[in-house]
């Protein structure tokens, strides 16, 4: 199993026109035919004016061979790429495996929390371990996945969680429980990206 995390950064101002053209063309045309969609979603805390889109593939191959059908599909050609590539600014790709079987949220509702750590080299493992196994409750029990990366910096470890939407913003970014598991494990890790996502009305997950 493999998933795939696709970072696009757009244009100031312009968000809001990429999510539209994305939930009316792209998703409703690619279903599930060229890679099955978990989440899609806007964020503009962390990172700013971005898009964030979770897909599963059964594998590298199977990756590459569907994104190569895709390529060739005139509404992809003709009526998605025209008008949603003028409005990126920058487009990221991470090719992730998960620890364990992922586990979403079972109802809607909520805003998810993406951290993302680049691990000191040959500490990813253990790093990516410890989040997976030996978190304090309050925060597995939000937990969502747990991935290391199959491309690009493979020194990175991506985690994802969830909260009600009710939880108030700044206390999900700022958990006493995640400053424990920093200052005890900090020594494993070289830097963070931490953003928080809300999904989109398409998103399989919310």
Not at 112 to 127: D, E, L, M, S, W
């Amino acid at each position: 199993m493999l998933h795939e995390l696709r970072f696009y950064e757009i244009a100031a101002g312009k968000l809001a026109d990429y999510v539209n053209h994305a939930g009316t063309v792209a998703v409703p045309f690619r279903g599930d035919r060229y890679g099955k969609l978990l989440g899609f979603w806007s964020c503009e805390i962390g990172a700013v004016n971005c898009v964030f889109n979770l897909w599963e593939h059964e594998s590298v191959a199977t990756r590459e061979a569907l994104r190569a059908e895709l390529s060739k599909e005139p509404v992809w050609r003709n009526e998605y790429l025209p008008h949603s590539q003028p409005l990126m600014r920058r487009q990221f790709s991470r090719l992730l495996e998960p620890l364990a079987t992922v586990t979403p949220p079972s109802s809607a509702g909520n805003v998810y929390h993406v951290r993302i750590f680049r691990t000191r080299a040959g500490k990813t493992q253990q790093f990516a371990t410890m989040l997976q196994n030996e978190l304090p409750a309050a925060l597995k029990g939000r937990a969502i996945g747990c991935w290391t990366g199959n491309s690009g910096d493979v020194n990175e470890v991506v985690h994802l969680s969830a909260y009600p939407q009710t939880h108030d913003v700044m206390s999900i970014m700022q958990r006493d429980e995640w400053h424990g598991v920093l200052k005890q494990h900090g020594a494993l890790i070289e830097d963070i990206q931490s953003s928080l996502m809300f999904p989109t009305n398409f998103s399989p997950w919310r």
